[in-house]
């Protein structure tokens, strides 16, 4: 069962400014009833400052509370401020979603950039978010979730697993067959970033048993000891020391302060080292 903040349920049972304005000047849109979820988001505005907004959602209790939100979020605010509200934003302000539910938070900032998109253009938006290389093709056709947003929703919310793509997106929930392509974007955006892409268990064994090979164990041969990998659960480098390291005094000190500091750096700073 999912935890909501008592402002989701606030929101959910008592949603501000629901409805349709019938002379708006901009409407958004994001979702669609296939899909599950929709949200039509009408702006009224006063110059550049939306003076009034409202929504009409079909959805879940947290798509009904993040447009409730959001409509709070703009009334009053400039459009220039208004483009710069990030799904994180709007969950941040409901005090927190369930990570499953997060879709529900991309859906009202997509409905907000639609909106915009057709004040300011689309080009501009997209250029503001910096968007993915290879153009707004359909990579989840069960949910109709473009390349563009799943590229969106890993920079604004630092994603780094297609199972979290899923939970802000809906992308890879159904049949499952845009998977593989999730996890081509997340590894393309974390190299265009500067990051490691993200290791499966197996890649991140097999690097680890690399390094032990060819980095850590001619250093500790040197002085006549030796090391063998033994296992990896999780993060956690099993291994056990042999020849004079195996009895030697300092043998904690040296799985931490080389070992596990040439694994950190050459593999994953999230790996532990224990000998076993
Ligand atoms: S194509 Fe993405 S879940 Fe089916």
Known sequence: ???????????YRHPRNVGKIDDAD????????????????????DGNVI????????????AVASSSILTEMIIGK?????????NK??????????????HCSVMGQEALEDALKKYYGEDVIEEELGVSPSGDKIVCTCFNVTENQIWEAIKINNLKTVEEVTNYTKAGGACGRCRGVIKDIIDTYLKKEGHAPQLTQTQKILKISKVIDQQISPQLQKDGGDIELVDVVGNTVQVKLTG???GCKNAAMTLKSFV??????KVDANLEVEQV
């Open 1 to 11: 069962m999912w935890e909501y903040s008592e402002k989701v349920l606030e929101h």
């Open 26 to 45: 901009l409407i958004g849109e994001a979702g669609s009833l296939a899909c599950g979820d929709s949200l039509k988001l009408y702006l009224k505005l």
């Open 51 to 62: 003076k009034d907004a409202k929504f009409q959602t079909f959805g879940c209790g947290s």
């Open 78 to 86: 400039t459009l220039e401020e208004a483009k710069k509200i990030t």
């Open 89 to 102: 934003d709007i969950a941040d302000e409901l005090g927190g979603l369930p990570q499953e539910k997060m």
């Open 244 to 246: 004079v390291c195996s």
């Open 260 to 265: 596990e500091s040439v694994l950190k750096d």
